[in-house]
């Protein structure tokens, strides 16, 4: 689904954090990038999100070149959770819920509120729906970003750390929760957190400085990084 | 010139004194002790020592003698010849009353105006009471006794009132008459912009027009205006103080102090028993020794003035405000933003910016009103709004700048739009962080429509001080504006602290 080919990334200070890296994102319910700090997962990230842009190669969604593609349609192919969530503080988490599908895709106010409220007992948190980001919890916030997310029905969303925030107990009720999600949507988890990864992924990669360096199923790639690997 | 130098070399006063009693009346001076001489020795011996106790006893000699003053006679009603050809005037009654009060012979000269200081510097006549303005010129010249009346500039309007005018400060756009080439109508020209000053080539053509009301009043000399109103029996009122005054008293010769202390003393017996105002009656309608206006504002008007005034005040502050803040989010954004293609703009706003908040609002008030012309409306508007701007864009921009960029971002990645994200994520959460700033600014500007007031806007204060410049309360008046403003900048002070608490305490953190 999703083709990322040579793709080079160096910062302005030289800072080389991506390196002739190729990888093929399968279109699977759960999906992990995993690599110690440092080692280019994230600006992987913004890469795929475009925020950032290769200076070589090419990333190709459905076999198409994402730069190709019209912003509001990308956006909605793809969605994005960030590590800090970001939700709107100053509205309920139905209107962080129906802003996009009202502003990007034209739905009516109505029909994008029963489809937020859909969303939300899907998600099993209906009763968050007039709260506020600053009123929930850490978890609660997790999966309302992830709701907000999957409103425009993205093909893949990207989950920058989404443990981070996150304590043991919490971290287990989220890979459970994640794992029997059900949704046509595929995840692309980009973490550190090999445990978490374990739980919620099959396949997915390891990076090492900018390289792809472990491939396949996670209980292999966990396998051969286990030794040097501190968390 | 002559005698002014003899006298300096003379030491003694007495000596002066002498000189001017021989001058003053030679009969009873030198002729009586002669004829006493011509009697007998004995005599001659008494004359002679009548002689020096003369020139010693000087004040006594002057007590029994004459007190000469001088006038034009052409100046009526202070000095002119009635109908029987004798002297008659309101400056010929107070030159009696005084000499009389001296227990001295009133003799008065009449002299041109134009030579009647130089008449009295080389002794023609004791004092002048000819209604003589003080000025620091001729002050220079001779001593000024106390003022025995005030005239001065003075607005007359028909005794009706239909424009419910109550000082020269109402008679914005209404037709107020001068005489043609007099003083008056170049002081209104110059201080009183907006009122249509229509000229008459004589005051008894503005007696008429106002007489028929197709003008609403007329600005002349406060006491020829009185005269008007009692002789030819007007149907004028003189409304508010007068424009300027000026002080009308009695000159001497700089040596003669005591004379100076002595027609003081008279005057000031004369305006405590009622004699000045006595005579006043005689000759004018109303009365100028009495400061107070003739013509009492009702209450009504008070308080219809002060509604007036403080909605003109709040109409000014809500206009500058509406466009102060309409313009500080785009200078607000321009300031956030310091880097990348808009760091020309972003170099002008902060050099406006910083000009308009470093410069007192006074002076660019000035700077507009009289330096690019515009009218005081407009100007004050324009002023205040673009100084609401200057301190509101730096609320915008820091309210803008605490914004987590991540806001930005996460709603790019829902691909909403870049007005979008402005209007719907960046935007309200830096205003309720702005809030409290803002509305500090919003008081402050509130309170800067006082300036105003100079620019002949008649707002709050500026009909406070019409009010005051009538009853003469400023106490009262001042005290009632200033609460009207702490009236609404009261609340809204408090409504800044409550916004303050409540922004706080629901907070902006995330996750």
Known sequence: MIDINNISYTYGDGTKALIDLSIKLPKEHIFAVMGMSGSGKTTLLNCLARFLRPQTGTILLNGKDIYTIEEKEFRSKLGVVFQHLNLFPHMNVLNNLTLAPCRVQNYLKKDAEKAAGEMLERLGIEELITDYPGQISGGQAQRVAIARGLMLKPEAMLLDEPTSALDAKTTQEFATWLSELKSDTSFIIVTHDTPFAELVAHQGVFMEKGRVTQTGRINDIVKHIKGPITI | MIFKDKQREVTEKITSDVSRLNRLDGKSCRLVPFSRMTKSLLNKILWIIGFFFCVCNSVWCEDTKTFTTALTGKYPPFSYYDSGGKLTGFDVDIAQEIASRLNLKSKI???????????????????????????????????????????????????????????????????????????????????????????????????????????????????????????????????????????????????????????????????????????????????????????????????????????????????????????????????????????????????????????????????????????????????????????????????????????????????????????????????????????????????????????????????????????????????????????????LMKLAGMLEKSISKKGFEND
């Open chain 2, 109 to 491: 000269a009449t002299t041109e105006w134009d030579g009647i200081l130089a008449g009295l510097l080389v002794e023609k006549y004791d004092a002048i009471i000819g209604s003589m303005a003080i000025t620091p010129e001729r002050t220079e010249k001779v001593d000024f006794s106390n003022p025995y009346y005030f005239s001065g500039a003075q607005l007359f309007i028909h005794r009706n009132n239909p424009h419910k005018v109550y000082s020269i400060n109402e008679c914005t756009d209404l037709r107020i008459g001068v005489v043609l080439g007099e003083t008056y109508q170049q002081y209104l020209e110059m201080n009183y912009p907006d009122i249509n000053v229509v000229t008459f080539k004589s005051s008894v053509e503005i007696f008429e027009m106002l007489e028929q009301n197709r003008i609403t009043g007329f600005v002349t000399d406060k006491l020829v205006g009185a005269w008007q109103i009692k002789k030819a029996k007007r149907p004028f009122v003189p409304v508010g103080e007068m424009l300027y005054k000026e002080r009308i008293a009695i000159p001497v010769r700089k040596e003669n102090t005591r004379l100076l202390s002595d027609i003081n003393h008279a005057l000031a017996e004369m305006e405590k028993d009622g004699t000045i105002k006595e005579i006043y009656s005689r000759y004018f309608g109303l009365d100028s020794t009495n400061k107070n206006a003739s013509s009492k504002m009702p209450t009504s008007v008070i308080v219809k003035k002060l509604l007036k005034g403080f909605g003109v005040t709040l109409l000014v502050a809500f206009a500058s405000i509406l466009i102060g803040f309409t313009l500080s989010i785009p200078t607000g954004l321009l300031l956030a933003h310091k880097g990348g293609k808009l760091l020309l703009p972003h170099m002008i706003t902060r050099a406006v910016v910083d000009l308009i908040r470093g410069i007192p609002v006074l002076i660019q008030l000035l700077f507009v009103w009289l330096g690019l012309g515009l009218r005081p409306f407009p100007a004050a508007i324009i002023t205040l709004g673009v100084c609401a701007m200057g301190y509101m864009s730096e609320a915008v921009r820091s309210g803008l700048m605490s914004v987590d960029l991540g806001q930005g971002i996460a709603a790019k990645a829902l691909g909403l739009s870049l007005i979008d994200r402005f209007r719907f994520i960046i935007w309200p959460q830096a205003f309720r962080i702005a809030i409290p700033s803002l509305m500090n600014c919003v008081v402050a500007l509130i309170k800067d429509t006082a300036l105003i007031s100079i620019i002949s806007i008649p707002e709050l204060i500026r009909e406070a001080q019409s009010i005051i410049s009538v009853t003469f309360e400023p106490q009262k008046y001042y005290l009632i504006a200033a609460l009207l403003f702490f009236a609404v900048t009261f609340p």
